[in-house]
């Protein structure tokens, strides 16, 4: 088994990649899970709610919910393991408090947050189980956590494997890849309850001619599992 990078090298591999250009999606991919968030919270908590984005990047998701104003998350908050990335992130999002942490370690009291979200981070983590675990845990009990999450089995890699003998790899410290099903199971084994699983491949209108099992990514609608936390409460 190969030995695991510690937060230190971690650290450094981010601020390098970030500094050469920063690790991002399109701004049509923050708008829409922007929009997502909105949608999901109730007209009570609507304008009033605490955000966190784990492992925020260079802040993009953060701004379009600031852009959002009295209509969305009253306080934006941010954490991620690069210092180049946060630097960005003050520039991109600036009403949002950002700490430099790490996702397995979120520095903030039980039940938190209102919504939680997690974008192509979870699996670079150094522990994922444990991140998931920290995902829950900083959650309300009625909020809601979304995570993106990368197929093994993507159409375009299972060509590359046909083509070159090698899987999907995304050129990172730390990657991982799994199926729907597989995801669903480590976050729902984690204090996590799935809601809803979409597919995800980038605004390519074609992709959806094929299964959504083939898909890019899977973007996990979750909350905390209450029937996690009764049987910790039990097992006390």
Not at 7 to 20: F, G, L, P
Request: aromatic content about 10%; overall charge positive.
């Amino acid at each position: 088994m190969a030995r695991l990078p510690g937060i230190k090298e971690v650290r450094a591999a981010y601020n390098s990649k970030h500094a050469d250009s920063m690790i991002r999606d399109q701004d049509r991919f923050y708008r829409m899970v922007a929009r997502y968030v909105r949608e999901h919270l109730d007209s009570e908590r609507s304008g009033k709610a605490r955000c966190l984005d784990v492992g925020c990047g260079g802040g993009y998701v953060l701004r379009e919910l600031q852009r959002l104003g009295s209509g969305g998350v009253r306080e934006l908050h941010g954490i991620d393991v690069s210092d180049v990335a946060l630097r960005e992130a003050r520039q991109q999002a600036p009403a949002a408090r950002l700490i430099l942490a790490q996702g397995e370690r979120l520095p903030y009291p039980d039940a938190t947050f209102d919504v939680v979200v997690c974008l192509g981070n979870l699996e670079h983590f150094i522990d994922p189980p444990a991140g998931a675990r920290e995902l829950a845990r900083v959650c309300r009990q009625d909020g809601r956590v979304w995570i993106l999450l990368p197929n093994s089995f993507y159409s375009g890699d299972i060509w590359r494997a046909i083509c070159t003998g090698y899987g999907p790899n995304h050129h990172q410290i730390l990657d991982r890849f799994a199926t729907i099903n597989e995801w669903r199971d480590l976050l729902e084994e984690n204090g996590l309850q799935v809601e809803k699983v979409m597919p995800y491949n980038r605004f390519k209108w074609w992709k959806r001619l094929l299964p959504r099992n083939l898909a890019y990514h899977f973007l996990y609608l979750a909350r905390r599992d209450r029937e996690c936390e009764l049987r910790v409460e039990n097992s006390e």
